[in-house]
Nanobody, 125 residues
Framework: VQLVESGGGLVQAGGSLRLSCAASGRTAIIDNMGWYRQAPGVQRELVATITSGRGTTNYADSVKGRFTISRDNAENTIFLQMNSLKSEDTAVYYC???????????????????WGQGTQVTVSS
């Protein structure tokens, strides 16, 4: 699976940006996709995820109510709409995809993880 992000940039605090991530390759076995971010000197952290089946979403508490993750299944693309941006949202944002071909009940037993190259988001205060 290959992931290509786009949409990062520089924005003032309170502004908005929309990130896109296009997946290619073995997209049929993608179980879920999401966005993570990493600021300098900080561990990479989850921002939002969305499942491939029901489209169930999950958000970090720090972005709830401001960010929205969505998907276009036909285009194998996910989006992250980021509103009311804050300086603390400044980071490199990475697209992530997890594939699965075998489940033991709800748990995937052969998951593989893929990452995009990252896109810089800078929020000026």
């Amino acid at each position: 699976v290959q992931l290509v992000e786009s949409g990062g940039g520089l924005v003032q605090a309170g502004g908005s940006l929309r990130l896109s991530c296009a997946a290619s390759g073995r997209t049929a076995i993608i179980d879920n996709m999401g966005w993570y971010r990493q600021a300098p000197g900080v561990q990479r952290e989850l921002v939002a995820t969305i499942t491939s089946g029901r489209g169930t979403t999950n958000y970090a508490d720090s972005v709830k109510g401001r960010f929205t993750i969505s998907r276009d299944n036909a285009e194998n693309t996910i989006f992250l709409q980021m509103n009311s941006l804050k300086s603390e949202d400044t980071a490199v944002y990475y697209c992530h995809a997890q594939t699965c071909t075998h489940f033991n009940g709800p748990k995937c037993v052969d998951e593989e993880n893929y990452w995009g190259q990252g896109t810089q988001v800078t929020v000026s205060s």
